[in-house]
């Protein structure tokens, strides 16, 4: 029987070049870093690679969306998406209620 391999953790690199600046790109490892930046860049790989420089490095936690099952990245249960729809369902719901109480509400001049 096959294993499944367990996928390379995403890492944010903070990729640093004296001439182009800094760009902010995701990659599993270092070369694949450097070649995300040149591309962010716009410039042959070949041209940048050697002057490159990590700044820093961050993990990024992948989590699967509760409520459409998309991967995103970020805290929580639901992605931005999923999150802003139900914030807006429960303050639709909040703002029905209050109607319909103010509707029964004697009314002035009645």
């Given amino acids: 029987m096959t294993r499944a391999r367990k996928a390379a953790p ?26 995300e930046a040149a591309k962010w860049w716009e410039v042959p790989w070949r041209e940048v690679a050697a002057l490159c420089e990590c700044d820093r490095t961050e993990a990024v936690t992948r989590n699967i969306c509760v409520g459409c099952g998309v991967i995103f990245h970020g805290e929580g249960l639901f992605c931005s998406r999923c999150f802003t729809a ?25």
């Avoid at 209620?97 to 509707?103: G, I, K, L």
């Fill in 10 to 35: 995403d890492r944010v690199w903070w990729v640093r070049h004296p001439r182009y600046g800094t760009a902010v790109v995701s990659a599993p490892d270092w070369e694949q870093a450097t070649v």
């Fill in 86 to 110: 139900r914030r807006d369902e429960v303050l639709q719901r909040s703002a029905r209620e209050r109607r319909y109480f103010r509707s029964m509400m004697p009314r002035k001049g009645r």
